[in-house]
């Protein structure tokens, strides 16, 4: 199963495939600040099962917290932030779950 998502302008596209690997809720300072909410909902996937399938020229890759030295990708055309490499070996990306349109068997 595939869903895709977008940032909130639509310049930037992307697919994820497969199953998540964990999904969760964050309310850190970092998170609040960047999905502009109490929580930021977020799933967990395997680099090779996320897929920019329009608008690459527009990701900017760049340091979210010092804190954490999370990586964001965000849309420099509207820079509503779409996703991360949540860890420091960039094994997983963080994908914003609101993003993401979910198709209900």
Sequence with gaps: MSHTGSCFCGSVKLEVSGAPEAMGYCHCRSCRSW?????????????TAVRVVQGAQHVAVGLADGETGRIQLAP????DGVG???DEDRQVRQ???????VRHA
Excluded at 95 to 101: A, H, N
């Design 35 to 47: 999905s502009g909410g109490p929580v930021n909902a977020f799933s967990l996937w395997k680099p």
């Design 76 to 79: 420099q055309a509207c820079t």
């Design 84 to 86: 991360g490499a949540d």
């Design 95 to 101: 994908i914003r779950q609101g993003l993401l349109t």
